[in-house]
């Protein structure tokens, strides 16, 4: 199994370091698993126009590549004007419909106000849906005050929804890789 962490920014590093706690809880739980991580400031993204996938950039292509070959994912992103980051629906407008379709998701974001959490419930909840994925229902939203300056978490109930993430994401997985659905 392969279990990819999204950060979905290009700025900040709270997304990434809630990837990354969640990838070592799921490795704790299952050390079989390969965990990969696709950090979007790594990335030149283009902007989707509805060009073929095979006209966008190599860094594009990569990061499309890296998606559809995972089989569960982490996805996290800072809270912005009450939303997703822009890239990060970018990204989710460059993927193919196929693309992670009957494969689990969990929810990770950051944010500035304690309401930000209703970003997961109410604008990536529905996009995963529109993709037919499956959700776990464990997500991690973090205040900026569950964070030391180093940026780890150090907030213990946050901490805590960090591990049932990391052991929701693997175990759903495996439940499901022997549903099959109708193509």
Known sequence: MKLLGISG????VKPISIVEAVLKEA??????????ILDLTQFNMEFCDGRP????????????????SADCYIIATPIFQA??????KNLFDL????ALRNKVIG??????????YLVVENQLKPIAGY??????PEYVYAHREHFNNRNEVIDTEVAARIQR???QIVQMTNALKHVVTAK
């Open 131 to 136: 993709f037919k994925s499956y959700i776990t």
């Open 95 to 98: 993927l193919p419909v196929s």
């Open 107 to 116: 929810f990770a974001a950051t944010g500035g106000t304690y309401q930000h």
């Open 83 to 88: 939303s997703l980051t822009g890239v990060l």
């Open 165 to 167: 993430l990391g052991i």
């Open 27 to 36: 490795q704790n739980y299952d050390p079989t698993i390969t965990t990969e």
């Open 53 to 68: 996938i095979t006209e966008y950039n190599a860094d594009t292509k990569k990061m499309i590549e890296m998606i559809e």
């Open 9 to 12: 920014t290009i700025i900040g």
